[in-house]
């Protein structure tokens, strides 16, 4: 098997989880904005598809130079090992960026890159004429930032976030990989109650199934690079065997999802049912105003309305109000809110243990810790 340099990109403010993801599986990384670089095998982008949690994608860098001209670009781009990657049939269309870099064009930067790559195929594979580019997908990026180009070929295809579980979302769906990256923060274990009170198509409580499960999240699902045929299928059967040796099928959890909206509640269930939990996970329609909180030293963790639009502020904040009076009666209970609200400590009623900076897709939001003491 060959090595290769391999990146997994992250949101902003879970690099360091999707790190110890990496160091998890056994790979040293670094972390930079947004990436956590590692080294591995055919094997190691295969489980690092299969077993992340909250990065986003796994990415193969096949390159990185600086350039200051398009003739720099083109040469640079030419002289790396592009047939080590790409078949002669490869479909390979390329995305581009551009940032603070003398090479702005990106729809040029584009086209050069192709151009470089299209000569080196050529010439590797002894070939006059067109590449038809009728087989298997590689879908590559050129990135500038500051003058420094990074090539890279994308391994996951659709982004790790699509499960494969979810049929349906309410209208602010929260990211599957957002809500991976709460329960790991939570640092919640399987033998503790867990409770979304606002679960709306129930994302956090399947994402917690899975972590309490030891399931991989891609267990469901098909990824770009399985059609390469430098990635053997005996790559993935391996992979896929091993998923199912640490999966912990019978270990049962007390997970539960609430919500006020009847229809939210009713794809929480169809979702729970696609990913295997239809009996693991209860989900029940219920005002927070209801919330009965039973057992100790469990965790609560919640996305619950931000009252981004006129006039829904005031109700955001009752809510943080309501839900502050009820976690008081329940001091061993771990809270985990996620919220743009910047007075959410004051409306909640408690200052929080940690907050922590987070972006929900485009939201600047704060995680606001209220950890309990342990009965």
């Given at each position: 098997m060959s090595e290769y340099k391999l990146v997994a990109t992250a949101a902003m403010g879970l690099e360091a989880i999707v790190a110890s993801e990496v160091k998890d599986l056994g790979y040293d990384c670094q972390t930079e904005n947004g990436k956590v670089y590692f080294h591995g095998d055919e094997e190691a982008i295969a489980r690092a598809n299969m077993w992340l949690r909250v990065g986003d994608r796994v990415r193969i860098v096949v390159g990185e130079f600086k350039a200051f001209t398009f003739d720099e670009l083109f040469?640079?781009?030419?002289?790396?090992?592009?047939?080590?990657?790409?078949?002669?049939?490869?479909?390979?269309?390329?995305?581009?960026?551009?940032?603070?870099?003398?090479?702005?064009?990106?729809?040029?930067?584009?086209?050069?890159?192709?151009?470089?790559?299209?000569?080196?195929?050529k010439m590797a594979y002894k070939r006059v004429g067109f590449l038809d580019e009728t087989g298997p997908l590689f879908?590559?990026?050129?990135?500038?930032?500051?003058?420094?180009?990074?090539?890279?070929?994308?391994?996951?295809?659709?982004?790790?976030?699509?499960?494969?579980?979810?049929?349906?979302?309410g209208d602010a769906p929260l990211k599957e990989t957002m809500a991976a990256a709460l329960v790991k923060l939570s640092k919640w274990s399987p033998?503790?109650?867990?409770?979304?009170?606002?679960?709306?198509?129930?994302?956090?409580?399947?994402?917690?199934?899975?972590?309490?499960?030891?399931?991989?999240?891609?267990y469901n699902r098909s990824f770009l690079s399985?059609?390469?045929?430098?990635?053997?299928?005996?790559?993935?059967?391996?992979?896929r065997e091993e998923v199912e040796d640490v999966a912990k099928y019978d270990l049962e959890l007390d997970i539960r999802g609430y919500d006020i909206d009847s229809?939210?509640?009713?794809i929480a269930q169809q979702n729970a049912v696609e990913a295997g939990f239809a009996d693991l996970i209860t989900f029940e329609q219920q005002d927070v105003r209801d919330l009965r909180?039973?057992?100790?030293?469990?965790?609560?963790?919640?996305?619950?309305?931000?009252?981004?639009?006129?006039?829904?502020?005031?109700?955001?904040?009752?809510?943080?109000?309501?839900?502050?009076?009820?976690?008081?009666?329940?001091?061993?209970?771990?809270?985990?809110?996620?919220?743009?609200?910047?007075?959410?400590?004051?409306?909640?009623?408690?200052?929080?243990?940690?907050?922590?900076?987070?972006?929900?897709?485009?939201?600047?939001?704060?995680?606001?810790?209220?950890w309990g003491k342990r009965a």
């Open positions: 040469e640079r781009t030419k002289a790396l090992p592009w047939e080590d990657f790409l078949p002669v049939d490869a479909a390979f269309p390329v995305a581009g960026k551009s940032v603070k870099s003398k090479l702005f064009s990106v729809p040029d930067c584009q086209a050069i890159v192709k151009k470089a790559i299209v000569d080196r195929l879908k590559l990026e050129v990135s500038i930032l500051k003058d420094k180009v990074t090539l890279t070929i994308d391994s996951s295809g659709h982004g790790l976030h699509k499960r494969g579980y979810r049929l349906g979302q033998n503790r109650p867990f409770i979304d009170p606002f679960c709306g198509s129930g994302t956090i409580a399947i994402e917690a199934a899975m972590i309490g499960q030891n399931l991989a999240p891609g399985e059609e390469w045929p430098w990635m053997t299928a005996q790559v993935w059967d391996r992979v229809r939210v509640i009713n909180i039973e057992g100790q030293n469990g965790v609560l963790i919640a996305n619950p309305p931000y009252g981004e639009r006129l006039g829904e502020v005031e109700d955001a904040e009752d809510i943080a109000e309501i839900l502050g009076d009820i976690m008081k009666q329940h001091p061993s209970w771990s809270v985990y809110i996620l919220s743009s609200l910047e007075n959410y400590e004051e409306m909640y009623g408690k200052r929080a243990t940690k907050k922590r900076k987070l972006f929900n897709g485009f939201i600047r939001t704060d995680l606001y810790q209220f």
